[in-house]
């Protein structure tokens, strides 16, 4: 299935793109994540801790907060951020 990936801070950095469309194996956020770590090998260490999401890594699918065994279907946009700090 096709997803798109809008990113943010230092992922858009590291992958050197601001969004992102993949064809995806899987029908989970965590599927999806590791898909874009798999074309973007860069992003793991920013994004996965022992295999699984960071917990401060923000992963919304079509705007709405979402968990790494969400599904995810065809055509979905997940955004990702970094953690959220304020001053």
């Given at each position: 299935m096709m997803l798109k990936f809008r990113l943010f801070?230092?992922?858009r950095e590291k992958a050197g793109k601001?969004?992102?469309?993949?064809?995806?194996?899987?029908?989970?956020?965590m599927d999806a994540v590791r898909a874009l770590i798999e074309a973007y090998p860069g992003l793991e260490p920013l994004m996965l801790q022992?295999?699984?999401?960071?917990?401060?890594?923000?992963?919304?699918v079509n705007g709405r907060r979402a968990e790494p065994s969400d599904r995810v279907k065809d055509g979905d946009e997940l955004a990702i951020f970094p953690p959220v700090s304020g001053g």
């Open positions: 801070a230092n992922f601001k969004e992102i469309a993949l064809d995806v194996n899987g029908d989970t956020v022992e295999g699984k999401i960071k917990p401060y890594v923000n992963v919304l």
